[in-house]
């Protein structure tokens, strides 16, 4: 990965509005930029962006269109690896920094093989997301623009119709940050930022378990 160009201005996307264009997962996103195929850098706040001529071009080069950007942010299913078989699952991950959710979507896949991941940047645009798709599960950050995760997973618990069997919350806010905020409803499962990948996994599959998901054997 290269340093930030002196041309900041120049177009870019995040590598999750890259892995929809391209109609791929993020982790395969991520490993063509550590091969070299995708330009990308990292801002001065620490957020990859990918550079758009160079998206294009790869693109070409592979004859693959590029998505429309009014496209949904559903990304291909991941393989199934070992036992672990998810691939009649939807989640929805909601998260306003694409980082994070470039994160959250990697460690879903590899929790989740074979589940279809779908991304929402906030509480509005996640409630329109659960009502068409009805996804089993749900991870969202708490402190977003427009409406918070708080806020929107209150809606969601008045919504039996569409709620979710396994819902995830995270953030690094204080504790005192989130009782501001509100209490979080009884069945939704805490885990703080930065997100520490192996508890991050081994939590979303116990939940997904628990709630018949899959195989009690799994582990």
Known sequence: MSDMPSNAASPSYSTAEVARRLGVS???VQRWVDLGHLKAWKTIG???RIDAESVRI???SR???LRDEAAPLAMEPAKKVGTVSA?????????DNPDDRDVLGALVEEALPGAVLNLAENGFEALLLIGNIAPQVVITDVMMPHMD???MLKQLSMAQRHR???????SSRS???LARLGTLPRDVQFIAKPIEPQHFIQALRAAAMAAGLLPAAVS
């Open 26 to 28: 993020t982790p395969t």
């Open 46 to 48: 620490g957020h990859r």
């Open 58 to 60: 790869f693109s070409e």
């Open 63 to 65: 004859a693959q269109p």
């Open 87 to 95: 691939s009649s699952l939807n989640v929805v991950v909601v998260d």
């Open 149 to 151: 995760g708080i806020e």
């Open 164 to 170: 979710p069997a396994v819902i995830l919350a995270v």
């Open 175 to 177: 504790s005192e940050d």
